[in-house]
């Protein structure tokens, strides 16, 4: 008799350009090479770039909602008539509507959420009054009855404990993966030992969180000493006429490149001396975790959770107080002084590989 694939559903929003789209194409590709059944299912394909990135062995659907608010009675049915045992929703709001939809409807399925974010701040996050009345308040009374959170860091997993301190028993931490494109790259070509540009690296969206304009004004205040030194800030967003009048303001705007969202980051990393990440917040972030497996040093602010786990002083980058450009600008100039060991900065990504995070996810949702 056959033996029974194991099976797994995985739920996002979309698969646009962000690092939960990209994780989320890496994961069911990487649980269906290994044998798994996994299904993908999407609201829409709006602003899609990561769909040519799937596997054809990954059954792929588009629930055709253009938002998680018009997404329940399409997602019910789907519920309904596929009888997924286990799902892995990777946004707050469609893990909040699964587990509605799950207890309205009584259905038999382990909903597993990823945490991509410290919850203090999603629960505190600007927005209308829809966000701030209805979003919010939702996030916050239902989110903890997810049968199992998947947090990316234990700085995140504390910070949803300081909320939620009942629910310790049924959380865990599973770092993110190296980018599987990015893994081959290294384990295919031959990489350079040092930078070929005088730049620093931004990579992310153009928004609040990212806070870019603290990059712009720690990189203000350090280009007297290093005048062929430049800025790349990688991604787009609404800030960036914002961002683009703070460097005229600086006086650096001839020196910060606006190099929009890129698909192929990795030449970016490669040429860079520096990758710098200024987020107010984050989950666990890529970037840095990308940049150090090419081999490049980073700099980030100590922010509540990720960089915290990933920088080791001196050996791939270093840390900057947080909020505090003046750290931030004698951190890169410690950074960009630094003869880096390249080999040592590389080996400090391999407890981020792909193989090691697609185990913990395949043991994690077999024990469920």
Not at 187 to 204: A, D, F
Request: some cysteine; proline content about 4%; aromatic content about 8%.
């Amino acid at each position: 008799m056959p033996v029974d694939k194991k099976k797994i559903t995985f739920l996002i929003a979309s698969l646009s350009g962000g690092g939960s789209e990209g994780l989320c194409v890496n994961l069911a590709n990487n649980l269906a090479k290994k044998g798994w059944d996994v299904s993908l299912i999407v609201l829409n394909m709006v602003n899609s770039v990561y769909h040519d990135r799937l596997s054809k062995n990954v059954n792929f659907e588009v629930l055709d909602a253009k938002h998680a608010l018009y997404s329940p009675y399409k997602l019910a049915k789907y519920l309904l008539t596929t009888k997924p045992k286990k799902i892995l929703v990777f946004t707050y709001e469609l893990t909040v509507i699964t587990i509605l939809i799950k207890k309205l409807l009584g259905i038999n399925l382990t909903l597993i959420a990823r945490n991509r974010n410290t919850m203090t701040h999603v629960q505190n996050r600007p927005g209308g009054i829809w966000v701030k009345f209805v979003v919010n308040p939702l996030i916050k009374k239902f989110y903890r009855h997810a049968d199992h959170i998947i947090n990316q860091c234990e700085g995140m997993r504390d910070d949803l404990l300081s909320i939620y301190p009942e629910i310790i028993e049924k959380t865990s931490v599973i770092f993110n993966p190296i980018n599987d494109i990015i893994e081959n790259h290294v384990k295919t070509e031959k990489l350079p030992n040092q930078s070929s540009q005088e730049y620093i690296l931004c990579v992310g969206r153009l928004d609040r969180q990212k806070a870019f304009h603290f990059a712009i004004e720690g990189f203000a205040k350090i280009t007297q000493e290093f005048p062929k030194l430049r800025l790349k800030i990688v991604g787009k967003g609404i800030l960036e006429n914002e961002l683009k009048g703070l460097a005229a303001e600086l006086g650096v705007q001839d020196k910060v490149d606006f190099e929009g969202f890129k698909k192929n980051i990795i030449p970016y990393y490669l040429d860079a001396k520096i990758t710098l990440l200024t987020s107010l917040y984050e989950g666990f972030p890529n970037v840095l975790v990308e940049s150090i497996t090419l081999g490049t040093p980073i700099v980030a602010f100590d922010c509540q959770s990720g960089p915290k786990e990933i920088v080791l002083d001196s050996i791939n980058g270093h840390l900057a107080l947080y909020k505090n450009v003046d750290s931030l600008s004698e951190k890169l100039k410690i950074a960009i002084d630094t003869k880096w060991d390249t080999a040592l900065i590389r080996e400090s990504a391999k407890r981020f590989s792909m193989l090691n995070i697609i185990k913990a996810y395949e043991d994690k949702i077999e024990r469920l």
